[in-house]
């Protein structure tokens, strides 16, 4: 299981960021190891479902998060409602810093088979920070 936090500035502003976060569709075109994202709403009206597949290598894999955007405070959560998670739970939110943004990312994780765990659990923890910088990239790409 990991428990991993992560925080950085971004000189993008808050709204911007979140936006950009909250653009799940885009995720394929520059989120690494994305290769597909399918958005609906969610029956129950707390948000909306996204299902999400990765790819590590010959291993490709596809789970469900239920997605809640809260555009008033500027935080996204989602949590896994399917796939090879015991949980998964995050949380971005981006606040005011300077004349930009200080982003916090904060994700849970257990993945359900141990044996898939020894070896995923670490190379997804991994790459959270690589997913971080994608976000960025992608930002300087949009806003300039």
Same mark, same amino acid.
């Given at each position: 299981?990991?428990?991993?936090?992560?925080?950085?500035?971004?000189?993008?502003?808050?709204?911007?960021?979140?936006?950009?976060?909250?653009?799940?569709?885009? =995720?394929?075109?520059?989120?690494?190891?994305?290769?597909?994202?399918?958005? /609906?709403? #969610?029956?129950?009206?707390?948000?909306?479902?996204?299902?999400?597949?990765?790819?590590?290598?010959?291993? +490709?894999?596809? =789970?469900? @998060?239920?997605?809640?955007?809260?555009?008033?405070?500027?935080?996204?959560?989602?949590?896994?409602?399917?796939?090879?998670?015991?949980?998964?739970? @995050?949380?971005?939110?981006?606040?005011?810093?300077?004349?930009? +943004?200080?982003?916090?990312?904060?994700? #849970?994780?257990?993945?359900?088979?141990?044996?898939?765990?020894?070896?995923?659990?670490?190379?997804?923890?991994?790459?959270?920070?690589?997913?971080?910088?994608?976000?960025? #990239?992608?930002?300087?790409? /949009?806003?300039?």
């Amino acid at each position: 299981m990991a428990d991993l936090f992560l925080e950085r500035h971004s000189p993008h502003l808050p709204q911007r960021m979140f936006d950009l976060v909250s653009d799940l569709e885009a =995720y394929p075109r520059f989120i690494p190891n994305c290769k597909a994202m399918e958005v /609906r709403d #969610d029956a129950t009206g707390e948000g909306i479902l996204a299902r999400m597949t990765i790819q590590f290598g010959p291993i +490709t894999q596809a =789970y469900t @998060s239920r997605v809640v955007a809260d555009p008033q405070a500027l935080t996204i959560t989602a949590k896994a409602v399917d796939g090879p998670f015991a949980y998964l739970d @995050s949380k971005w939110s981006f606040e005011v810093e300077g004349e930009g +943004t200080r982003i916090r990312f904060d994700i #849970d994780f257990k993945i359900a088979n141990p044996l898939v765990a020894a070896v995923a659990e670490p190379a997804f923890a991994a790459k959270q920070s690589e997913i971080i910088d994608a976000f960025e #990239d992608e930002a300087d790409r /949009r806003f300039g």
